[in-house]
């Protein structure tokens, strides 16, 4: 779709990095700017067809979040402002909603991944070990089901085209010691739990949602990345959510199951989308949008 933004080209700035769906440039020694394109990656494979908009939402949407939270931590976001960074008229024009300037952090290795009801992995997890990453829950719960409280499973943040991998706290530990691993945990836990009893008043259930972290000049911790986004967290509709199957969702979930009606082996490269999937998956970003934020 020709009003898409599947790649941008800034010449004004160096490019450091095209993500699946970010493309970061550097300004300074302190500051990068993050644009967030409208490419979609399915099962870790970036598809040839961009959703128009998508980015635009995803931005909107973390910085909403961003500044919902902040009293609970501080964030990437700089006070620097794009028309300071971009000053080519028509290079702004081409990543104005899409772009971020950010503080340089040092990033953690790790996702915080928190859990409030039993579905994706975590359900197929449940099946096999009556637990999710290693935390056991009550017997006899149901795919979709709430769980009795938020639970916190971290994972490793792997390279591009590698998967993540579910740790245990205790790994976590290792990686970046306890008194940060433990502060990392309490506070994703405190994120979503305000994150998803905001989105329930509004009609959307936050199944689950990752969160990344990195550490400024202080050392101290700050959140990255996006944030609470459809495409970094599960979002349901609350007046259709019915336990015991996989409810329909306001992200990339609608692309995902047309790909599993496809003769697809899951790897580059990726297979053209229809028409009526790319509205339909713009549609769904774009309601998410109005029901979180108005």
């Known amino acids: 779709m020709s009003n898409a933004l599947f790649e941008s080209s800034l010449t004004s700035l160096p490019l450091i990095q095209r993500g699946k769906v970010r493309d970061i440039y550097g300004i300074d ?31 909107e949407v973390a910085n909403f979040w961003f500044d919902k939270l902040a009293h609970l931590i501080p964030n990437h976001l700089s006070e620097l402002t794009l028309v300071e960074v971009v000053t080519d008229p028509a290079e702004r024009e081409q990543v104005a909603r899409h772009a971020i300037v950010v503080n340089k952090l040092r990033p953690l290795p790790i996702e915080a991944i928190v859990r409030g009801y039993l579905i994706g992995s975590g359900w197929k997890d449940y099946q096999n070990t009556s637990a999710v990453c290693g935390i056991k829950l009550p017997a006899g719960l149901q795919m979709a089901d709430k769980l009795p409280e938020a639970i916190y499973t971290p994972s490793t943040k792997a390279d591009i085209g590698d998967h993540d991998e579910n740790i245990d706290f205790d790994k976590t530990v290792d990686l970046i010691g306890r008194e940060r691993a433990e502060q990392i945990r309490d506070v994703s836990l405190q994120l979503y739990n305000e994150a998803a009893n905001y989105a ?10 990752k969160f990344e972290f990195g550490l400024d000049k202080d050392d101290q911790l700050v959140l990255i990345d996006e944030v609470l986004t459809p495409d970094s967290s599960r979002f349901w509709p609350a007046d259709s959510y019915q336990p015991g199957s996989s409810p329909e969702s306001f992200d990339k979930q609608y692309v995902r199951d047309y790909l599993e009606t496809l003769d697809w082996d899951k790897k580059e490269p990726g297979p053209k989308l229809p028409d009526d999937v790319i509205q339909k998956t713009a549609e769904k970003y774009r309601e998410a949008q109005t029901k979180l934020t108005g």
């Open 200 to 209: 329930l008043e509004r009609g959307i259930i936050i199944a689950d949602t």
């Open 29 to 59: 020694d302190d500051h990068m700017l993050i644009v967030t394109t409208d490419r979609l990656s399915a099962f870790d494979v970036v598809l040839p067809d961009a959703i128009p908009d998508k980015g635009a939402v995803l931005t």
